[in-house]
């Protein structure tokens, strides 16, 4: 729980991305603080309970993210830590000494049941998982399931995880478009956009995915998963695989194989992107937030 709060922005379009290695394996993003954190709470496991959450600062932080060379740096360093106290704190103000007790609150329902508070609900209570769109909680409890901790008594409630990874490329393969013009612009030059711009475009593509993984047949972690991977390692912002992966693609060897199964060299998406091989790709817009 203390981990997605705050794993956002960790590959911003400025500054620095979190990235190091850690027992010896070069990591980025998600992969460097995750296991980061483990090397850490397998050290001092109370870290992360609410007590410590609460007091948290900047400096244990950092020490956590230096990775073995001490060399990791993570951007609004601050603003994670203000976001792991105000949910330390709240924790111990509510009672809660374990997140399993929101689950226990909920009944196991994502969504209101009766008189009883879904876990969406309950984890919007902490700044960290306040989003609209709700991007970290639909993380979070993806995870949950996917490690088999949770079951929830309403799965058809949990929603599609949107970052800046599904958002880039379902606006490249033109599943959401941008139909004003000014927006565009913004996405394609790189520029700031506003939050009510940044709700809009995260919502369109939360619902898109909703739609294609109903289409699909899949459940909408899978389709994450499978975007995420693809727009991380093929669809990038400034050198996408549409033509080839190249010598240096980090790809998942098991997508590796459907390419090698369908003799595709390049991006598995590319036959049907509208932006495949073509200029002036839109990106995933510029904004600070801490939501994702």
């Known amino acids: 729980m203390a981990l997605v709060a705050i794993c956002h922005q ?32 397998a050290k001092d496991n109370p870290i992360v309970y609410p007590t410590a959450l609460s007091k948290m600062t900047g400096a244990t932080l950092l020490d956590i993210i230096k990775g073995d060379d001490r060399k990791g740096e993570i951007s609004d360093l601050e603003e994670r830590v203000r ?8 924790m111990q103000q509510n009672g809660v000494d374990s997140v399993q007790k929101l689950f226990e609150q ?10 009883k508070q879904g876990l969406y609900r309950l984890l919007s209570g902490f700044e960290a998982y306040s989003d609209p769109v709700k991007k970290k909680s639909s993380y979070f409890f993806t995870l949950m399931k996917r ?3 949770w079951d929830y008594a309403d799965p058809e409630n ?21 139909n004003d013009e000014e927006l565009r612009s913004k996405l394609a030059t790189k520029q700031e956009v506003t939050w009510q711009d940044d709700i809009d475009i995260r919502s369109s593509v939360q619902q898109a995915m909703v739609y294609i993984a109903k289409e699909a047949g899949i ?16 669809c990038n912002r400034d050198a996408p695989h549409c033509p080839s992966h190249g010598a240096k693609c980090a790809l998942p060897q098991r997508y590796v194989q459907i390419g090698q199964e369908i003799g595709s060299t390049s991006c598995l998406l590319s036959p049907i992107c509208e932006s495949s091989g073509k200029e002036g790709k839109l990106f995933d817009h510029v904004v600070k937030t801490h939501y994702y």
């Not at 911003?12 to 850490?40: C, E, H, I, N, S």
């Not at 909920?106 to 008189?115: N, V």
């Open 158 to 178: 949990l929603l599609p995880v949107v970052d800046y990874h599904e958002i880039r490329i379902n606006l490249r393969l033109g599943t959401v478009k941008i």
């Open 10 to 41: 960790t590959t911003p379009m400025t500054g620095p991305a979190l990235q190091g290695t850690v027992d010896g394996t070069f990591l980025r993003g998600w992969d460097y603080l995750r296991a980061a954190m483990l090397k850490a709470t």
């Open 219 to 234: 459940g909408h972690g899978k389709l994450h998963y499978f975007l995420w991977n693809l727009s991380r390692n093929c």
């Open 106 to 115: 909920s009944g196991g329902h994502l969504d209101q049941y009766g008189e």
């Open 147 to 149: 490690q088999g901790f």
């Open 83 to 90: 976001l792991l106290n105000d949910m330390g704190s709240k």
